[in-house]
Every structure is written in C-alpha cells, then in structure tokens.
C-alpha cells in the first residue's frame, strides 16, 4: 500500500536548536518525495523535493532508499520557521496521475 | 500572477442538502486536483483532470461525489447528498503537467464545508 507516515503531531524547539522533522514511506516503484508546508493563514506551498538535492529556508532532506525516510532537516531553527509540515509522495514521471500522497503534518513550534 | 482561486471560502450546509465548491486553476496549467482534508487528517486525493483525457476519479469516495472540468479552466466539485462526514476542507492545486518529473501543485486557499 502507498503511505506516507509523519509520527510526531508536534515538535516543539527553541530557536537556535536543530530541527528534525521525520517522514517515512511505503511505495512500490521509485516514488517522488516532497516537503509542503503551511504557514499561519496562508495556502499549502512547495518547500522542497528530493529530485532538487538543494536546501530551501536552510532546510534540506535526504532521501533514503533503504530505510524509506526522507526526513527534513534544519541545522538552527528559527521562529519564521513555525508551521505546518507535509511530507508527500507521487509515482514521479510515468506514475499514472502525478497525484500526491500525503502524511498526516507535523506542527513545528519554534520557542523564542 | 493570480494563483489558484477557490470559492466560497466557507461553506455551511444541513445535511441532505447538495453543494458546489467551484476552483479557478493558474492560467495555462493543464493539470487539475482536487484534495480533501478533514480534520487531523493528512489531505486525500480525490480527482485529477488533465487537459482533455479522461479524469482519474479513483479517490472519490463515493457516488455522491463527482467533479467537472470546462476544458482547461474552471472545475467545479459536487457533493450530492451531503453527510456529516464531509465536512473537511477540500482543497484545489493546478500544476503546468507534462514534464520530465512531477509537476510542482500550486494550491489555493480552499473551501472549508462545514455539514450540519
């Protein structure tokens, strides 16, 4: 079955420290891994994907093949960096429709 | 330019009552979604509209709902029948389509549907 799990709800840090927000996926194929986020009051936006291997806002994720996880990483937090996280997948080029599979979101909560 | 539109942005109804959720895509994208979020859930799939083939419906969850799409702009969803458990916020995204990977979805606000 497709999946993509996020298993933390919440993750809350102090600005300063490093961030990790964890995603792990099932997939039969060679899936494409996104990151969306959502800030407060605004629409579901684009963050970065694996295809890219560039680091966005000093976000970065790696994506492993062996354990299936494409975690998202951050070295120092900052409080801008507060928001809803998304980790998706997609059967990537030649996948039927190039619709995304979602987790269920990680709030990131950045303490001054 | 003008992102993706969705309207209305809020939605209440009683239950039993049909409704339309209508989205405006990015002009000149071809490719058309539609996701639903209900509360503490991740967002699902509903229907993909790309250009003029024929679209993919396989995440509606029932008979009640379908989609149309006027050739490559406006899309409109349709709830018949509306139940409590259709109150989500149901989410649209249009993307270029037609690349050598994924697409990049740009989504709109979203529509919340709250069913009485």
């Known amino acids: 079955a497709q999946r993509v799990t996020q298993p933390e709800k919440l993750l809350s840090v102090f600005k300063g420290a490093p961030v990790e927000l964890k995603c792990n996926y099932s997939y039969s194929g060679s899936p494409e891994l996104f990151w969306y986020v959502q800030y407060s009051r605004q629409r579901l936006q684009l963050l970065l994907r694996h295809i890219s291997r560039e680091s966005i806002k000093g976000f970065t994720a790696d994506l492993n093949k062996g354990e299936t996880s494409f975690h998202l990483k951050k070295p120092f937090a900052q409080e801008e960096d507060s928001a809803m996280y998304y980790c998706a997948l997609s059967g990537g080029y030649g996948g039927a429709t190039n619709k995304l599979i979602f987790g269920t979101g990680t709030l990131l909560a950045v303490q001054p | 330019g003008a992102g993706v539109s969705q309207s209305p942005s809020n939605k209440v109804t009683e239950k039993g009552k049909d409704v339309e959720l209508r989205c405006d895509p990015i002009s000149g994208h071809t490719a058309l979604y539609w996701y639903r979020q209900r509360l503490g859930q991740g967002l699902e799939f509903l229907i993909y509209?790309?250009?003029?083939?024929?679209?993919?419906k396989s995440g509606l969850p029932s008979d009640r709902f379908s989609a149309e799409r006027t050739g490559e702009s406006v899309s409109t969803l349709t709830i018949q029948r509306t139940q409590q458990e259709d109150s989500a916020v149901y989410l649209c995204?249009?993307?270029?389509?037609?690349?050598?990977?994924?697409?990049?979805?740009?989504f709109g606000p979203g529509t919340r549907l709250t069913v009485l």
């Open positions: 995204a249009s993307s270029i389509a037609g690349g050598y990977s994924t697409d990049t979805q740009y």
């Open positions: 509209f790309q250009g003029n083939s024929a679209p993919d």
